[in-house]
Protein backbone atom coordinates (compact mmCIF):
# COMPACT_ATOMS: atom_id res chain seq x y z
CA UNK A 1 0.00 0.00 0.00
CA UNK A 2 1.66 3.41 -1.02
CA UNK A 3 1.32 5.85 1.19
CA UNK A 4 -1.71 8.07 -0.52
CA UNK A 5 -3.67 5.17 -0.62
CA UNK A 6 -2.50 4.92 3.23
CA UNK A 7 -4.11 8.36 3.83
CA UNK A 8 -6.99 7.73 2.17
CA UNK A 9 -7.53 4.76 4.03
CA UNK A 10 -7.12 6.82 7.43
CA UNK A 11 -9.37 9.43 6.70
CA UNK A 12 -12.39 6.91 5.67
CA UNK A 13 -12.17 5.22 8.84
CA UNK A 14 -12.19 8.83 10.75
CA UNK A 15 -15.09 9.45 8.28
CA UNK A 16 -16.65 6.61 8.75
CA UNK A 17 -16.24 6.42 12.65
CA UNK A 18 -16.16 9.60 13.64
CA UNK A 19 -20.38 10.18 14.97
CA UNK A 20 -19.73 7.25 16.96
CA UNK A 21 -16.85 8.81 18.48
CA UNK A 22 -18.35 11.78 19.14
CA UNK A 23 -21.48 10.09 20.51
CA UNK A 24 -18.97 8.49 23.51
CA UNK A 25 -16.47 11.21 23.82
CA UNK A 26 -17.91 14.19 22.84
CA UNK A 27 -16.43 16.99 20.38
CA UNK A 28 -12.65 16.45 21.23
CA UNK A 29 -11.50 12.35 20.18
CA UNK A 30 -7.99 12.96 21.04
CA UNK A 31 -7.01 12.18 24.34
CA UNK A 32 -3.28 12.07 26.14
CA UNK A 33 -2.09 11.54 29.45
CA UNK A 34 -1.52 14.93 31.47
CA UNK A 35 0.59 14.58 34.40
CA UNK A 36 -1.57 17.22 36.93
CA UNK A 37 2.19 18.56 38.15
CA UNK A 38 2.76 19.62 34.42
CA UNK A 39 2.33 23.06 33.23
CA UNK A 40 0.21 22.60 30.22
CA UNK A 41 0.47 25.62 28.21
CA UNK A 42 -1.77 24.22 25.29
CA UNK A 43 1.13 24.03 22.63
CA UNK A 44 0.86 20.83 19.91
CA UNK A 45 3.68 20.00 21.37
CA UNK A 46 2.09 19.51 24.60
CA UNK A 47 -0.55 17.74 23.45
CA UNK A 48 2.06 15.49 20.82
CA UNK A 49 3.76 14.90 24.39
CA UNK A 50 0.68 13.88 26.31
CA UNK A 51 0.01 11.45 23.55
CA UNK A 52 2.62 9.60 23.51
CA UNK A 53 2.77 9.44 27.21
CA UNK A 54 -0.61 8.03 27.02
CA UNK A 55 0.84 5.06 24.80
CA UNK A 56 3.27 4.50 26.40
CA UNK A 57 1.41 4.12 29.92
CA UNK A 58 -1.00 1.80 28.67
CA UNK A 59 1.93 -0.46 27.18
CA UNK A 60 3.32 -0.51 30.80
CA UNK A 61 -0.37 -1.29 32.03
CA UNK A 62 -0.43 -3.69 29.27
CA UNK A 63 3.09 -5.78 30.83
CA UNK A 64 4.40 -4.43 27.18
CA UNK A 65 7.55 -2.89 26.69
CA UNK A 66 10.87 -2.16 24.63
CA UNK A 67 8.64 0.39 22.06
CA UNK A 68 9.71 3.83 22.28
CA UNK A 69 7.19 6.58 20.47
CA UNK A 70 9.56 8.98 20.37
Do not use: C, T
Amino acid sequence: MDPQELKQGIAELYDESSGVWEDIWGDHMHHGFYNPDDQVSGSGSDHRAAQIRMMQEALRFAGISGLNFE
